[in-house]
């Protein structure tokens, strides 16, 4: 069964039937899964893990003996956004100097633990503190460290009304005014992976003053136009609206906490699920098991999926087929009419971003598909660099084994060019 599952993905499930069977395979562990939950006690202590797969960022951070902080930041609606800084490193012993700092924003269903999972001298959060920055990490609403609200219950339908529109609208533009005040920088450097450079495309599109503090903006695996877009995840969540949003009470997607630990802490270390869990992994970002550190996929698991809203996984699967890249379609053009002064959800167009850009992405990417990037690539006015890598995926670019060589040190050299 197993074999079936993982040959039908790799085939970019181009039947409906392959479909219908993947997802079926899908409940059928979560649902073997949580059975076996409830055995818990029988599979403690089985194989060794890493001890990262049961902390949370800061604890991560100080584990391997960086100095961390963390803030609580409100944005203009309300949500309360985890916000978090290793604010130099160990090799830079000049806490006193002034420090450039980089911004880092994670993608689709994952959280600021995507830049500090791997070893230290792989996880691009603490490679940049050492190389001399002061590393910031975002969190967008509704992921692990994003579920609080001044005045809305989490568990409310209000709460969950969100996609990455909001994201782009108020989680970014908060984040960088914190961080601009807090560190009294006029500008800063902004890498985004996935969702990340999307939220950061629209930002610095649509709002001036945000884009005038970018001085070059990174952008690994950029999602923009999504005509090629097919990343099974999305389009079964197309395929299977409706039984996603009864699975999840139309609110929150893949985010149920110590479900997860459970999974990636207990259960992934086991030899039997291992390939279980790879398999979901790859079934959303693609396939590569050569360029992963198949020993720390119980941190990769226990951090991941950080979980989102079921309005901004259904945002996504309406831009299957879409040229362009556009808001959130209310579902019928009165209420869009409501939301936007117009019947159709408006259209993001990034001709008119003027942030210098530096793309690299990876041809074996099921998300951010090459033909798309060339789209966004030629309709980035201020191109400063563009690399597309042959085997990567979508998630190598955070978990790669040779992440480093490919893309990190690049973006140290450009960043030190541009001091
Ligand atoms: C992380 O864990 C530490 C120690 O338990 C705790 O003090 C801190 O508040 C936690 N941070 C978050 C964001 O949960
Ligand atoms: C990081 O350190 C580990 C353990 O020392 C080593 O095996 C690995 O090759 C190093 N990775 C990089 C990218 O330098
Ligand atoms: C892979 O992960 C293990 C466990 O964290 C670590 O000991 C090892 O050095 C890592 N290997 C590389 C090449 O990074
Ligand atoms: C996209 O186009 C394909 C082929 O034309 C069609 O089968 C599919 O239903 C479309 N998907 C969406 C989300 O419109
Ligand atoms: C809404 O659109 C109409 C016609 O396009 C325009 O006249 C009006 O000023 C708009 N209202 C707002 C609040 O933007
Ligand atoms: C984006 O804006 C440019 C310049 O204003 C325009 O030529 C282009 O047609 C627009 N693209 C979309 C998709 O609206």
């Known amino acids: 069964m197993i074999h079936y599952f993982e040959d039908t993905y790799t085939r970019h499930l181009k039947s409906t039937k392959a479909e219908r069977s993947q997802m079926w395979y899908l409940f059928t562990i979560m649902y073997f899964i949580r059975i076996l939950g409830i055995a818990h006690g029988v599979i403690q202590n089985q194989r060794s893990v890493n001890p990262e ?55 689709l269903l994952t959280s600021a633990s995507s830049w500090i999972s791997n070893l230290p001298n792989n996880s691009l959060g603490f490679i940049l503190a050492d190389a001399g920055y002061d590393v910031w990490m975002g ?85 923009f136009s999504t005509k090629y877009l097919k990343s099974p995840l999305i389009t079964i969540t197309y ?104 019947t159709t959800s408006p259209l993001y167009n990034v001709t008119n971003m003027n942030v210098a850009t530096a793309i690299w992405n990876g041809e074996r990417d099921l998300l951010a598909d090459p033909e798309d990037v060339k789209i966004l690539h030629s309709e980035i006015t201020n191109r400063i660099y563009y690399k597309t890598i042959s085997y990567y995926n979508h998630i190598d670019f955070l978990f790669g084994l040779d992440v480093y060589d490919q893309v990190y040190h690049e973006i140290i050299d450009i960043i030190q060019d541009n001091l």
Not at 77 to 97: E, S
Not at 168 to 186: C, G, H, M, N, W
Not at 246 to 253: A, C, I, M
Not at 281 to 302: I, Q
Request: glycine residues 6%.
């Open 239 to 342: 395929k299977w609206k409706s039984i996603v949003k009864v699975f999840s009470g139309n609110k929150d997607f893949l985010s149920k906490t110590s479900f997860k630990k459970f999974v990636g802490s207990k259960l992934c270390p086991l030899q039997i699920f291992e390939k279980i869990c790879l398999n979901i992994l790859f079934m959303m970002c693609g396939y590569d098991p050569k360029n992963l550190n198949m020993s720390r996929l119980d941190v990769y698991f226990s951090h991941n999926p950080a979980g989102t809203s079921i309005q901004n996984m259904l945002h996504w699967s309406q831009l299957l087929n879409s040229t362009h890249l556009k808001a959130y379609d209310w579902g019928s053009p009165d209420l869009n009419l409501v939301h936007y002064n117009q």
């Open 139 to 223: 969190n967008s609403r509704g992921n692990t460290w994003s579920r609080k609200h001044l005045y809305l219950e989490t568990n409310s339908k209000e709460f969950w009304a969100f996609s990455f529109d909001e994201m782009a609208k108020y989680d970014l533009p908060a984040s960088i005014d914190f961080i601009v005040k807090k560190t009294r920088q006029e500008e800063i450097f902004y890498v985004g992976h996935s969702q990340g450079t999307t939220i950061g495309f629209i930002t610095f599109s649509t709002i001036p003053k945000i884009a005038e503090r970018v001085k070059i903006f990174f952008a690994l695996a950029p999602v």
């Open 53 to 107: 797969a049961d902390m949370n960022i800061s604890q991560i951070i100080s584990y391997w003996g960086y100095p961390d902080e963390e803030y609580d930041i409100v944005t203009e609606d309300g949500y309360i956004l985890g916000l978090f800084r290793i604010p130099y490193g160990k090799t830079n012993n000049n806490k006193n100097l002034v420090q450039r700092v980089v911004y880092l924003q994670h993608g």
